[in-house]
């Protein structure tokens, strides 16, 4: 069995004001450790990581595995939203992961993007997504805010006025549509499979809860930034009993998450078959 990994780490948003510190760190921490894990390991950091790197890294890693390989893609970055032009969401609003030039785009990359290349792989590839970002919050806030300041973090949500003019995000959503609301987002997954059919057995662990006020935290271990969600699901990662599974680690991750620190609950989705799986075996 072939694992292969492809690790993302964006900090550097140009001319969005709203750069992050430990992204790139995380990256190289799940690098690190995958590697010691026998894993065949790429990375693509900040300027490397344009939505045109993005889709071409996750297309390269898919296509190298065969039936029983097991693929891992990390990410850390902003999160944000879009308008839902296909009238998936009901919510109107499509989630999205933000590539380095997303400003320069006016373009993020979003949920049903990823998951048309994540259905390119072939039959019996096994695919672990682990997200440290925003999937969630309200489209209007500009972090960070106060109560983050003072805490020393940065949540990882890029609200569309930090990559989309007004005018535009306007004419992209439904006619005489303006910013959403806070409140406004109402969850729905990211990366949930569209139907039963499409589950491949693929597993998501994110770094917080979707809806309205929740977000995965840019943070400052021992003054080393890292993502809150990185740091402690290594910390738990590493002290799993063999074939410990995916639901296993999702739980350890308790201890540490959600904190008075850190107020974010991580999430794992997949079918039931597919969280009792062993960890990255």
Known sequence: MKKLALCIGINNYPGTDMDLRGCVNDAGDWAAELARRGFSVSKLIDEQATKAGMVEGFRRVISQAAAGDLV??????????????????????????????????GAALI????HAIF???????????????CHSGTVNRAPPSAADRDADRMPRF?????????????????????????GSHGGGSAFRPKNDKDDAGDVLLAGCEEGEGHFSYDANFMNRPNGAFTFYALKALRTLPEKASYADWHAA???DLPSTRYPQKPQIQGASASVRRAVFA
């Open 72 to 105: 891992v893609i990390t990410y850390s970055g902003h999160g944000t939203y879009q308008y839902d032009t296909d009238g998936e969401e009901a919510d109107g609003l499509d989630e999205a992961l933000c590539p380095h030039d997303i400003r320069k785009l």
């Open 111 to 114: 949920d049903d993007e990823i």
């Open 119 to 133: 259905k390119t792989r072939r039959e019996g590839v096994h695919l672990v997504l682990i997200s440290d970002s």
């Open 158 to 182: 890029l609200p569309m006025q930090a990559w989309l003019p007004e005018a535009r995000a306007a004419s992209a959503g439904p006619k005489g549509a303006a910013l959403p609301k806070a």
């Open 253 to 255: 991750l308790a201890d």
